[in-house]
T-cell receptor
Framework: DAGVIQSPRHEVTEMGQEVTLRCKPI?????LFWYRQTMMRGLELLIY????????DSGMPEDRFSAKMPNASFSTLKIQPSEPRDSAVYFC??????????FGQGTRLTVV | DQQVKQNSPSLSVQEGRISILNCDYT??????FLWYKKYPAEGPTFLIS?????DKNEDGRFTVFLNKSAKHLSLHIVPSQPGDSAVYFC??????????FGTGTRLQVFP
């Protein structure tokens, strides 16, 4: 298996623009997580899905953030409008059973 | 509200010596704990885990200890090697599947 695939690897956008991050989980995994890595908060859980259903989105910072999982092989994290403080590395991860999650390479987002 | 805390942002250890990374948690509902390792420009990778019903788990040079009464776990690496230099994240799982991470500790192993 190719592992968790995220795209793009790097994204530079202007403040106010819409940004969409994409994730393809490992086939057969039934849980999918979106994390944001910052110096202050480490790996911050934004939202996670189980069997394509959002279970906990309490980590989503604001209404500007939204996430969808239309099927078992695809998820998106959208920021609209983007702000400079959204600049971070965003990770997607998937898991099959409780605990061990496999991470993608991450998307480095820079909002200028 | 940081439920999983790694109070040491960095640690420097000489090659061959023991590295001890610490983690504290606040939620007694956590039932599974994990350590992840992260190199620059890569995603975190799973290293070792421990169930809340155990107090120790060992895998080669890596051992994780869990003290439930103190809500504390630690990762021991012995002997430390230069290739162990990375950021280590402690994580805890809340049923059914929520995985919460700490802020990370940067380990540097020098010759």
């Amino acid at each position: 298996d190719a592992g968790v695939i995220q795209s793009p690897r790097h994204e530079v956008t202007e403040m106010g623009q819409e940004v969409t991050l994409r994730c393809k989980p490992i086939s057969g995994h039934n849980s999918l997580f979106w994390y944001r890595q910052t110096m202050m908060r480490g790996l911050e859980l934004l939202i996670y899905f189980n069997n394509n259903v959002p279970i906990d989105d309490s980590g989503m910072p604001e209404d500007r953030f939204s996430a969808k999982m239309p099927n078992a092989s695809f998820s998106t994290l959208k920021i609209q409008p983007s702000e400079p403080r959204d600049s971070a590395v965003y990770f997607c991860a998937s898991s099959l059973r409780d605990g061990e999650a496999f991470f993608g390479q991450g998307t480095r987002l820079t909002v200028v | 509200d940081q439920q999983v805390k790694q109070n040491s942002p960095s640690l420097s250890v000489q090659e061959g010596r023991i590295s001890i990374l610490n983690c504290d948690y606040t939620n007694s509902m956590f039932d599974y704990f994990l350590w992840y390792k992260k190199y620059p420009a890569e995603g975190p990778t799973f290293l070792i885990s421990i169930s809340s019903i155990k107090d120790k788990n060992e895998d080669g040079r890596f051992t994780v200890f869990l003290n439930k009464s103190a809500k504390h776990l630690s990762l021991h690496i012995v002997p430390s090697q230069p290739g162990d230099s990375a950021v280590y994240f402690c994580a805890a799982s809340v049923p059914p599947d929520k995985l919460i991470f700490g802020t990370g500790t940067r380990l540097q192993v020098f010759p």
